[in-house]
């Protein structure tokens, strides 16, 4: 071996062995930081523990119809016609025995394995990993519309373009940018997200820094903390303490659809 060069190879040799032994530890350092980036919680064997699971309970014996929760999620989100991240069936179930009729509120279910994700061809819509609401990327989003087929609930929508009257007409009211997910878009022609499929996003514009909500502060789902009935209840399901995590222990409740196995962070009290 070439004096000159073995120290050289030597250090070269080091280096690789340092670089495989400590290969496993800085992985986990990386993995430990992305996890914090991202407000989870990873296990010792490798599975993600969401920092929040957010969802909804809504009350089926207190929903009266009014539809409070659709103008009050339109109003928040600025939402056009065609589009409403919530919506009431009434009779979903059939009639009560006292032939009072039944009504239902369905925002997106944000569900654990859900079917829109898997379908798109250009990863615009995903579950966050952080909390677990399922959002849209309206600058990745091609309009494709895969989402809303593979969706079992009816929970997505299409940006047709369409305006309001008053919209139409250049009231001040259009000038107010929209805060879904808190990037204050205005509606313009051609711009996203019109073109773009739309859905609930448990208005996580109103969360803080850290992911939470603020009931007390007003900084809640616009549909739930204007419900007349008092029907709909949000919260995380991974605090067992919060309201959503009471009731669920409380009343017998149902998820739509369940044999599909997505797995819905929705729940209906019976």
């Not at 014996?61 to 065609?82: D, L, Y």
């Not at 373009?161 to 000038?175: D, I, N, S």
Request: one cysteine or more; hydrophobic letters at 35%; charged letters at 25%.
């Amino acid at each position: 071996m070439n004096p000159e060069t073995s120290g050289v190879t030597d250090r070269r040799g080091l280096l690789q062995r340092l670089l495989q032994v400590g290969a496993t530890a800085l992985a986990g350092a990386i993995g430990a930081i992305l996890a914090l980036s991202n407000n989870s919680v990873r296990a010792a064997d490798g599975t993600v523990r969401r920092k929040y699971r957010y969802g909804m309970v809504i009350d089926t014996r207190r929903c009266v119809g009014c539809r409070a929760c659709v103008v009050a999620c339109k109003a928040e989100n600025k939402t056009p016609p065609g589009v409403a991240y919530t919506v009431v069936v009434e009779q979903a179930f059939g009639t009560r025995a006292d032939d009072k009729p039944l009504f239902m509120t369905k925002p997106c279910f944000h569900c654990e394995s859900p079917p829109c994700v898997d379908v798109c061809p250009v990863s615009a819509t995903f579950k966050r990993e952080q909390d677990g609401i399922v959002v849209v990327d309206y600058n990745r989003c091609i309009g494709c519309r895969y989402c809303i087929t593979a969706c079992p609930y009816g929970a997505r929508f299409f940006d047709f373009g369409e305006h309001y009257p008053a919209v139409a007409e250049g009231t001040p009211y259009a000038q107010v940018p929209s805060p879904e997910y808190g990037q204050f878009r205005k509606r313009e022609p051609d711009e996203s997200p019109i073109g773009n499929v739309r859905k609930c996003t448990f208005c996580l514009h109103l969360q803080d820094s850290e992911g939470r909500y603020d009931k007390a502060a007003g900084r809640w789902p616009a549909c739930v903390k204007t419900c007349t009935g008092h029907a709909m209840f949000f919260g995380d399901f991974n605090d067992p303490e919060s309201e959503v995590s009471r009731l669920l222990r409380e009343r017998q409740a149902v998820r739509l659809k369940e044999e599909l196995g997505t797995e819905p962070n929705v729940y209906y009290l019976l």
